[in-house]
């Protein structure tokens, strides 16, 4: 299976620091959406009180994420929308929570090998874009069929 991360909303960091006045993030685009979702997890943990979640939560719904795949979602997908083209091609878009929560809700132990293989593929490909930190709350367990499943820490 072949998953492309196509596009993500981008924010003008530089406008948004200077009529803020606050500096509070890292400067390159994938480290800020890595601090802001590292400190939504840590605050649903109640590991730093600093934390206004009215805007991080806010946050995960306002980042649209469109990935392109030549496999079939079939009926996995709940909240992510899926558009077919010809040549097998299937693009499929959502925020970063529908994301998040598809993702959780489809890598559990009874889930069929080919949704685990599914939707684990589109998680290692948030990873490999740095946004591992959506999933900060839960383990990977490897299975015998080398796919994996999500357990609450």
Partial sequence: MQVHLL????????????????NIAPTNYNEQLTFILALHNMAMCNTT??????YVSTFL??????????????????AVRCMSFPNDKYILFGTLRDWREAI?????????????EYFGTIMLEFERHKFGPLWA???????????FILKEK
């Fill in 137 to 147: 709350l839960y383990s990977k367990q490897v299975l015998k069929d080398k796919t």
């Fill in 104 to 116: 959780i809700f489809n890598l559990h132990e009874r889930a069929l090998f080919e949704q685990r």
């Fill in 7 to 22: 596009g993500m909303t981008r924010f003008d960091w530089n406008t948004f620091l200077a009529e803020t006045g606050k």
């Fill in 61 to 78: 719904d306002t980042v649209s994420v469109v990935f392109m795949t030549d496999t079939e979602p079939k009926n996995w997908v709940m």
């Fill in 49 to 54: 009180p600093a934390v206004d979640l009215r």
